[in-house]
Structures are given as C-alpha cells and as structure tokens.
C-alpha cells in the first residue's frame, strides 16, 4: 500500500513520523506499507529520492524519524514460518515487521525461545537486526548478530537478496554476493568493549554480518531466519539490594564464574525514584545501589543455590535477607516490571520539567568498556563530573557487559547546554578507557557527532566507501550515521 496524501499520514499516522528518541515529527511525502518483499523491491526501482526506513519506532537515536522523501513501514511483513530443523539446529523464518513480542507468543507451547530480549517486546525482528540489538540477556547470549541464520534483503536498486551464514565469508577484502558481484569489506579494527557503533568489521565476518547492525543504510531488511534455543523450565530472580555503589560492584566480580543470564543495575538515584513511583517495597529506596539477576534452575536445588548466593551476598555486604527472590514465572516477571519501570519513570521526571521548560529533554549515555575495573574508573570519572554540574542523573544499565547508562534530566536551558557538553565528555572518556561510545543503541542521527569520537577519519572514510558501493546516491536512511 502507497500513501500519497501528507494530511491523511499526517492525521491517521502522525506517530510514524517519530520514534522514542522523542524527536520530530519528520516529515515525509509519501508512506509506503509492503507487505512482500516483491512490493518494496518494486517501490524502489521504479522511484528515486531519499527512503527512511521504519520499523517498531522502539529506537532511541532518530533512525525512524524521516527527514522527506519516503517512509518505508515494515509492519505489513508479519509472516512466521517454523519451527524447523536445519543442519541440527532449530530455526524459524520470521517477516521484518513481526515484533519480539509476537514471536514470543508464537513460540510459547514450542519449547524453544529467541535469546535476545531488548528491553522494548514492540520492538520489530528487522529493526533488531538493524541496530544489532542486546539487552539484558547479552550477558549470557550475546546480542542479535549471533543468533541471525539468514536474511532477505531489497537492495536500493530493487534487487531481492537471499543470505545465508557461511555462504559470503570475507575473500581477498571483498564479499562475493550471490549474483557474483562484490561489494568491498571493512578492514579497520572495532572496540574490544561491547560495541554498535558503525559497520561491523572482523577478519573472518561474513556479509550477513556487516549488514546487520547497519541501522537500514545498505539494504532493507524483509526477513530472516533465526537460531532458537531450548526454553528453561525453571528460573530464579533476584534483586538484591546493597548499602552502597562500590558493594553492587564488587558483587558484579564475585558472582563473574556463576552461569547467569542477565546482571542488570541500579544506583541510589534509581532506587529512590522507583519508591516515589511506588514500585519498590518497604525501605529498599534507601538503598544505595541495587541489582537484579536471572538464573536457570533446570535440575538446580533451590537450597542449594542460595546458600551459594548467601556466601557471595555476604562478602558483599548484603544477604537473602536484602532481596527479592522469586522462583515462579509470575514471581519473576513483577521482578522485570521493576526494571521496565525505571526508564517510564525518569521520562516522567522529564515530562514534568518539559511542562517547565518546554527546551530541555533527557539525553543519556550508551558508553561500554572492556573490563569491571575499567568501568569503576570512567564511572568514577562520570560521578565526578556530575557532581560538579549538579545535573539531575540516574545511572542504569548492563553491568556484566561494563555497560552502564547515564541518564541526564536537565531542568533548564543551562542544564541543558551542560548536558550536551558532558554526553560528549563522557564519550571521549570511554574511548579513552579503551571503550565505546553506543554499546547497544546505535549511532541514528542524533549520535553522529559521535561516531567521530570514536574512529578516525581514515575509518570514517572506509564506512562511507562501503555505503557508496550499497547505496550511491545516499538514498537509504539518509543522515543516519554519516551527515
């Protein structure tokens, strides 16, 4: 379906012209809904001008909001196939526009899952697989990448590729496609520290891997085909709560050896505005950091594991005493509601200081770094500055991949330009510490500035060689990742 009529996009699908980075509306002349791949490839042949690709608008960084031209909605590709064995794996074959949530239902009386688990369940598979994105459980799984068997791509030439893992490997610098063409592959180093900033780059890549992560600017994403792993029957939850920040941390080390999906945290900051939101229990708020684990319990005696968490917990200055522990689904899923409404919580605080000051917004980092003590000195660093400006902050994030958010809430115009120069101070400081400056949420629009924090210009140049040779007239996803 094509829509040509910009007051009837305007008024029946003005939040398509926005996502969660809260900025727009774009704009946009026309809205194209396919539902088959045949029918963007078409779109995309026959016409010229700028495409912005839209998927569940769960994003952060702008990459969904159109800047004119084209909005491309993968949301009528809603097709799910499987599961199916291939090659002694499982796998299903989903369409772009199916969303986390929808697969999960889908997949609920299989006994399989789909490992990554970004925090948004409306987020779609295609965008997932453009942003690369993690969450929680990329501490035990890793992120999007390495759970991608195949993909169905639309090239801006109108051309429909079908790629599978293994079959395109890196060859002499080139990646051979299935039409023999070649397309040129990156030679520059990536962070060590967990990183989704920019066109992936590895010696033994293959070119499924370079376009996932690519945030939509070398192809469309239609479908794909995905690994699925046995579902645990049982799990444990834990938050745990700690007199202080250095505790939590050093808890992060002590519990490293122990088979864990998720260690997410939670500073003092966090804490306390969860008990005005009514969220927390009794006098948790007063703690001075917290975190929250998941554990599967598959053939585990429950005693047993507490006792070993009982020995962690108090060398760290905590104990079972200072938790919340559930062992049921229900139990479990009330624990991860805490965690889901703490950044519903901070984006109220920042719609009441936008009913104050209608300027300022929240901005936030997404630095990682390679090491638990690398992150104890930049979040020292971090803390320090903070301090010092006095700028409302809430610190959260992944903490057994060194990757905490710092979430600013400027309350003024003053703040606000405080903010903007500290995001960009606490980048060059993660570069500094071997780190990188968007872990998970990509570079979009909002973030390009930082894109040249973290490489030099000879990588810039590279990347920008590679979306030539894709897109050469800069047509799709214009102004994300590249000016």
């Not at 490839?41 to 031209?69: D, E, F, M």
């Not at 002694?88 to 369409?95: D, F, H, N, S, T």
């Not at 998941?294 to 594991?305: A, H, L, N, S, Y």
Request: aromatic share 6%; with cysteine.
């Amino acid at each position: 379906m094509l829509i040509e009529d910009k007051s009837r996009i305007e008024e029946q699908y003005s939040a398509w012209l926005s996502d969660e980075s809260r900025t727009g509306p774009g704009r946009t002349e026309a809205l194209l809904l396919p539902e088959t791949p045949e029918e963007a490839a078409g779109y995309l042949k026959n016409h010229t001008g700028p495409v912005t690709i839209s998927g569940g608008r769960s994003g952060i960084t702008g990459g969904a909001v159109p800047c004119g031209g084209t909005l491309l909605s993968t949301a009528g590709l809603k097709s799910i196939e499987g599961p199916f064995e291939r090659d002694g794996k499982q796998l299903v074959r989903v369409g772009a526009g199916v969303t986390l949530s929808e697969l999960k239902v889908y997949l609920h009386n299989s006994g399989l899952f789909y490992p990554p688990d970004p925090t948004e369940e409306s987020a779609f598979i295609g965008g997932t697989i453009a942003t690369n994105a993690s969450g929680a459980r990329s501490y035990k799984y890793g992120a999007t990448r390495g759970h991608v068997a195949s993909l169905e791509l639309v090239t801006v030439q109108g051309d429909i590729l079908h790629l599978e893992r293994g079959r395109t490997p890196v060859a002499d610098g080139c990646f051979v496609l299935p039409d023999g063409i070649s397309r040129p592959a990156p030679s520059y180093a990536m962070p060590v520290a967990k990183t989704a900033a920019g066109y992936y780059s590895h010696p033994d890549m293959d070119l499924i891997d370079l376009i996932i992560g690519s945030e939509g600017t070398l192809a469309v994403v239609t479908g794909a085909e995905l690994y699925l792993q046995p579902a645990p029957q049982e799990r444990m939850g834990l938050l745990i709560f700690f007199p202080s920040e250095k505790d939590a941390f050093a808890f992060a080390v002590e519990s490293s050896d122990i088979d864990i999906e998720n260690l997410e945290y939670f500073d003092g900051a966090c804490l306390r505005l969860l008990r005005e939101e009514d969220r927390l229990p009794g006098s948790a708020g007063q703690a001075g950091a917290a975190i929250m684990l998941e554990q599967i319990m598959d053939g585990k005696d429950p005693e047993t594991v507490c006792l070993q968490w009982e020995e962690i917990l108090n060398k760290c200055g905590s104990s079972l005493d200072e938790c919340l522990y559930r062992l049921d689904d229900a139990g479990i899923e009330q624990l991860k509601g805490i965690r889901h409404a703490l950044p519903e919580a901070v984006n109220n605080r920042v719609s009441a200081n936008r009913l104050r000051e209608p300027s300022v917004y929240k901005l936030s980092t997404d630095t990682s770094v390679p090491s638990h003590s690398l992150l104890k000195e930049l979040i020292t660093v971090y803390r320090s500055r903070l301090e010092e400006t006095g700028v409302e902050h809430y610190i959260f994030g992944h903490l057994g991949e060194h990757h905490l958010h710092v979430n600013l809430l400027p309350s003024d115009a003053s703040a606000m330009e405080i903010s903007k120069r500290l995001i960009i101070e606490f980048a060059e400081e993660a570069v500094r510490h071997g780190g990188c400056v968007s872990a998970e949420h990509g570079i979009g629009r909002i973030k390009r500035h930082l894109l040249k924090v973290q490489y030099p210009d000879s990588v810039l140049e590279e990347m920008l060689k590679i979306k030539r040779d894709w897109d050469p007239e800069g047509r799709l996803n214009p102004g994300v990742l590249f000016d």
